[in-house]
């Protein structure tokens, strides 16, 4: 490439051709359109690369400084349209959309055939041929991977910054809900009761597992693969260590045709977030059937529902229902990535840029759910009439039944059985355990005893469960202290809860 004209050629490659692009062809393989949004990472390791190159002997000082701030400039790209929309609009500068200023920035630089591209275009407008020089012992493949480890990264961040708020609900509506009871179910049949903070907490438990997978893939992708050429590495001899520790990676990437084809921390971070969607789509479908009239355990916050435009009397579940949605988007935007990646040979190809689009709709995805996932959360509000009766009707103290009678040294197989006698009785009577007179239990065992009742209520339903991980109320409250504390002190790390 010259360096001594003050304007690049129209693509970075031309060089070597003399026909012109199909037209058609140059619009549809451009990834401008949306590899707009990497201008903020773009710009961080350009700078980065700027100061190996420039202790490389390739820059100045005075050439460095002019750079950089060139770099800074063509950086506040975005802002400054957001003001431009703003003005003419009316709109507050927050309230301007990405798609506007992606519109914006777009039609700025109808030449720009990627994100590198525009940024070597506007940078040249700023600092005219120096910033040519920029491209010196680098290669877009590099670039491309470097960028979206940044983005990948911000992206981490983001989520846990977002799951940890969650939790702090889910935690603060476990704190609420005291020692309220609700049946839990196995195969959506009642099974056994469980306070309803217990209940809470297992998604507390799936998040604190989300927030490892997503800082596990954090740590195994911080590694700065500038300094790694086109394939082979790079033509100059660059500290790879000057751009690794400017953008707070951990160490340079060792091995160059892994650097440039590498997308295991993308697949890392849709793999945890597809995960994640799971979760959030599980937790969703109990409450959308928990608000349901057959269940009528839980009222959805008005503020977080629609209605219907034909029945008046409806209340619709749109939060739940679109989230159980996103959870689809997670999973399929995870799989058209490893679909892409799993057939390419070393190092890049082309068929990787498809991968960044998968990677912004999960980002996008991401920060959508969980900037209404924690007001929705501590809006919701139990009908804990509703819950209780469920929890005491229905035999769901047939375990603590039987427990009773293993620790009067029944075994518990015949327990088991003695018990599933005693159920019977009760559905031909239309009596609960505790309705039955001891006289007839005592027919089946002559271990029932007057403190058979005592033993079957619900707190000590509840409280036959006393180890750790249990639905006793104790063990419950210990655990709701403890994970409150973790996730306190992880938010004052990340600066979640502040």
Not at 298 to 313: I, R
Not at 414 to 440: F, S, T, W, Y
Request: hydrophobic letters at 45%; glycine letters at 6%.
């Amino acid at each position: 490439m010259s360096t001594t004209t003050e304007q690049p050629a129209l693509k970075m490659w031309s060089g070597r051709f003399r026909e012109p692009l199909d037209r058609t062809f140059e619009q549809w393989q451009r990834s401008f359109p949306f590899d707009w949004r990497l201008i903020p990472q773009e710009i961080a390791a350009s700078q980065a690369h700027a100061r190996a190159i420039a202790a490389a002997g390739v820059l100045t000082d005075d050439e460095l400084t002019k750079m950089l701030a060139g770099l800074d400039a063509v950086g506040q790209r975005p802002l400054n349209w957001a003001h431009r929309i703003s003005a003419t609009s009316g709109i507050p500068d927050y309230e301007t959309s990405n798609q506007q200023i992606a519109a914006a920035i777009v039609a700025s630089a109808p030449q720009a055939e990627d994100i590198h591209h525009y940024v070597e275009l506007e940078l040249t407008r700023e600092v005219g041929s120096l910033a040519l020089k920029l491209h010196t012992g680098r290669s877009r493949n590099e670039q491309i991977a470097t960028d979206m480890r940044l983005f990948v990264r911000d992206a981490i961040d983001a989520t846990t910054v977002g799951l940890i708020r969650w939790a702090s609900a889910l935690l603060d509506l476990a704190e609420r809900a005291g020692d309220d009871v609700m049946p839990g179910y196995t195969h959506l049949q009642r099974a056994e009761p469980v306070l309803v903070a217990h209940w809470l907490m297992a998604y507390t438990s799936m998040i604190e597992r989300d927030l490892s997978r997503f800082a596990d893939a954090r740590a195994r992708m911080n590694f700065c693969p500038l300094g790694s050429g086109a394939i082979a590495g790079a033509t100059l001899a660059l500290d790879r260590t000057i751009a690794a520790k400017a953008l707070d990676f951990t160490a340079p990437t060792p091995n160059s045709m892994d650097a440039t084809s590498d997308r295991d921390f993308m697949l890392d971070f849709a793999q945890a977030a597809s995960t994640l969607g799971l979760h959030i789509s599980r937790f969703a479908e109990e409450l959308t059937l928990y608000a349901t009239a057959e269940f009528g355990f839980v009222d959805l916050p008005e503020a977080f529902s629609t209605g219907s435009s034909a029945m008046p009397q409806k209340k619709n579940p749109d939060l739940t229902e679109l989230a159980r949605g996103k959870s689809g988007r997670l999973l399929g935007a995870s799989t058209a990535l490893a679909t892409i990646v799993k057939g390419l040979p070393l190092a890049y190809n082309k068929d990787l840029q498809e991968g960044q689009e998968q990677i912004f709709d999960i980002a996008d995805t991401l920060a959508g759910l969980l900037s209404v996932l924690p007001n929705f959360t501590r809006s919701l509000k139990f009908r804990q009439c509703a819950m209780a009766v469920a929890a005491e009707t229905g035999y769901l103290n047939a375990m603590a039944a039987a427990t009773y009678l293993s620790n009067k040294g029944v075994p518990f197989r015949k327990a088991h059985e003695i018990v599933g006698n005693a159920v019977r009785m009760g559905l031909e009577r239309h009596l609960e355990l505790g309705q039955l007179p001891l006289a007839d239990l005592q027919t089946l065992s002559p271990e029932f005893a007057e403190d058979f009742f005592d033993a079957i209520d619900i707190r000590a339903t509840l409280d036959c469960h006393d180890n750790s991980g249990g639905t006793a109320i104790a063990q419950v409250h210990a655990a709701l202290h403890a994970t409150k504390a973790r996730i306190a002190l992880l938010g004052a790390k990340e600066g979640a809860l502040g």
